[in-house]
């Protein structure tokens, strides 16, 4: 859209002094400047794209989207917090390893679903509704 905004203007601008250099030379380097002027023009259409939709269904739909990925930081969060008290315990009381890895392996788990979930209800969001 940015390359658009200053592509088109200034392909308009060239296409509208090329007739102007055509009348002032010789008839077989006329033909040439209306060949030009038609790509010029084309390229020009070329480069728009489709109507943007930009109703409220759509804000609404890319808001929560957003607002759904935060759940993914979240998990992050937890899976920090759950491996960051694995270490404290470990180091409290070495002998509770093997047990304190497996609740940790299952916090892990936990977490990550929770972010898993909240991932796929913001693709759902975008791309189903």
């Known amino acids: 859209m940015y390359c658009q905004r200053l592509a088109v203007p200034l392909t308009r601008t060239f296409a509208q002094r090329l007739p102007l250099l055509a ?11 209306q060949s030009a002027l038609v790509q010029y023009t084309l390229a020009a259409r070329s480069l728009h794209t489709s109507i943007a939709r ?21 998990s992050g969060a937890g899976i920090g917090s759950v491996f960051g008290s694995l270490i404290i315990g ?4 070495p002998s ?5 890895f497996s609740y940790a392996i299952l916090g892990f788990a936990l977490s990550e679903a929770m ?9 759902l969001l975008l791309f189903a509704f």
């Open 90 to 93: 470990y180091a409290r009381n």
């Open 54 to 74: 930009r109703d409220i269904d759509s804000a609404a739909k890319f808001i929560g989207a957003g607002a759904a990925t935060v759940g993914v930081a979240g």
């Open 96 to 100: 509770l390893k093997q047990q304190l």
């Open 23 to 33: 009348t002032s030379t010789s008839a077989p380097q006329a033909s040439v400047s």
């Open 115 to 123: 972010g898993l979930f909240c991932l796929m209800m913001a693709f």
